[in-house]
């Protein structure tokens, strides 16, 4: 069965520094479809970032990017020059075809 | 534009009682999805409709019905409300096959079970 693993359920990073939260899935797809989701306070779930898994080069969003292993299954999540709207859970996804599977996720917190 | 919507945000049952979550789509979607959202336990699926029409059970579907109304649409019924189903329920939906798969989710219910 397919799993995401989400081993540290909370972070603590400095205002303007990087911190990386990590993913692990388990799979025996070759074609799948990787996501970074953030849910702040407010409940709303907000895509991040996404990874194609035949895509070698490592997606990139603004402050947000990732380390995609993909044969170490590995697909973790860095922010850079972190600000207090970052603090938030994250969730690591995985999706393919019809299988849906989240991470337990990641609480994030920001300290000024 | 109002992306995924969701009714209500806050519900309290007793137990044995039965409700119907809505959900709403405007982005002309195929696929839809319901999931819950336990702490320590990130989002779990419940059932999935990849087109209108279609359902399809999910990771935790006992308890729990889904109706596909149109292409808008997805519900999903409580028919016999327990405490165990006492959680935060979201919404979701994507054009799988094209855009990555990406979904867009409600603001989620939160619903309590007496």
């Known amino acids: 069965a397919q799993t995401v693993t989400q081993s540290q359920p909370e972070m603590s990073v400095q205002e303007a520094e990087t911190v990386t939260l990590t993913c692990t899935y388990d799979?025996?797809?070759?074609?799948?479809?990787l996501f970074w989701y953030k849910q702040p306070p407010s409940r709303q779930m907000i895509l991040v970032i996404r990874?194609?898994?035949?895509?070698?080069q490592n997606a990139t969003e603004n402050r947000f990017s990732v380390n995609f292993q993909k044969a170490a299954k590995s697909f973790s999540l860095k922010i850079s020059d972190s600000q207090l709207g970052d603090a938030a859970m994250y969730f690591c996804?995985?999706?393919?075809?019809?299988?849906?599977?989240f991470g337990t996720g990641t609480s994030l917190t920001v300290i000024p | 534009n109002a992306g995924v919507t969701q009714t209500p945000k806050f519900q309290v049952l007793k137990t044995g009682q039965s409700m119907t979550l809505q959900c709403a789509q405007d982005?002309?979607?195929?696929?839809m999805y319901w999931y819950r959202q336990d702490p320590g336990m990130g989002l779990r699926l419940i059932y999935y409709?990849?087109?209108?029409?279609?359902?399809d059970k999910g990771e935790v579907p006992n308890g729990y019905n889904v109706s596909r109304l149109n292409k808008r649409e997805f519900s999903l019924r409580l028919e016999s409300a327990a405490p165990s189903q006492t959680s935060v329920y979201f919404c979701?939906?994507?054009?799988?096959?094209?855009?990555?798969?990406?979904?867009?989710f409600g603001p989620g219910t939160r619903l309590t079970v007496t």
């Open positions: 979701a939906s994507s054009e799988l096959g094209t855009g990555g798969y990406e979904q867009y």
């Open positions: 799979t025996s797809e070759s074609d799948y479809y």
């Open positions: 990874q194609e898994a035949y895509k070698q």
């Open positions: 996804a995985y999706i393919s075809g019809n299988q849906f599977y």
């Open positions: 982005m002309n979607h195929n696929s």
């Open positions: 409709s990849a087109s209108e029409g279609t359902t």
